[in-house]
């Protein structure tokens, strides 16, 4: 090879490198945010077929008596609504928790929060989501908590967090597919147009 012909690879080298690596450096994703990525993907799957066997209905629509969580909904215990799911991903309970969530035992709670709200209807609505949300700084307490768009929810920054003071997490829609998102909750759901949703946040 002459001179210039080595010069040109390096020159093509270089060039691809240049573009690339804005992909890589501002990539938001951890191994951790991507399974929890991928465990939402499951219990969004596992809803879908808990729906199809009961008249398009979610867990929380449907009577314990029926395999549902219905009357869970005055309890103010938001794991007891993914248990009704347990078949539906083969008792793997490591499904219901984020890798990253330290705070939560595997087989006691659940670490993502979920709408009782939601539908199979509602194609673009939440279904559920990373658990670690905050609202004026204060960490959302476990129980139900009403999403609103004239609230700003956050996540907390325990989680997904590469960098000191970023606050991300992911959500699953409806139609079962899962984002990660950097900006808050109540941004996605005036851009979305969502109704207001009661989540169930363990």
């Not at 093509?12 to 573009?19: E, G, K, N, Q």
């Not at 139900?144 to 907390?156: D, K």
Request: hydrophobic share 45%; glycine share 6%.
């Amino acid at each position: 090879m002459t001179l210039v012909e080595v010069l040109v690879v390096l020159g093509l080298v270089l060039i691809f490198a240049f573009l690339l690596l804005p992909a890589f450096l501002s990539s938001p994703k951890s191994p951790c945010s991507i399974q929890c990525m991928n465990n939402q993907k499951q219990i969004g799957l596992a809803l879908s077929v808990f729906a199809a066997d009961h008249d398009g209905r979610y867990p929380p629509q449907v009577s314990i008596t029926n395999g549902g969580s219905f009357e869970f909904l005055v309890s103010n215990s938001p794991a007891l609504h993914f248990q009704s799911l347990s078949n539906y991903v083969f008792r793997n309970w490591r499904v219901f928790r984020c890798p990253a969530d330290d705070a939560r035992q595997p087989l006691r709670n659940v670490g993502y929060f979920l709408s009782v709200d939601a539908t199979p209807r509602m194609t673009n609505g939440i279904l559920a989501g990373d658990r670690n949300l905050e609202v004026a700084g204060q960490p959302v307490k476990p129980g139900f908590f009403m999403l609103t768009t004239n609230a700003t929810v956050r996540w907390t920054r325990e989680l997904h967090s590469k960098a000191k003071g970023t606050q991300s997490g992911s959500i699953l829609f409806a139609d079962t597919h899962v984002e990660f998102l950097r900006t808050n909750l109540s941004a996605v759901v005036q851009r979305r147009g969502l109704a207001p949703a009661r989540l169930a946040v363990p």
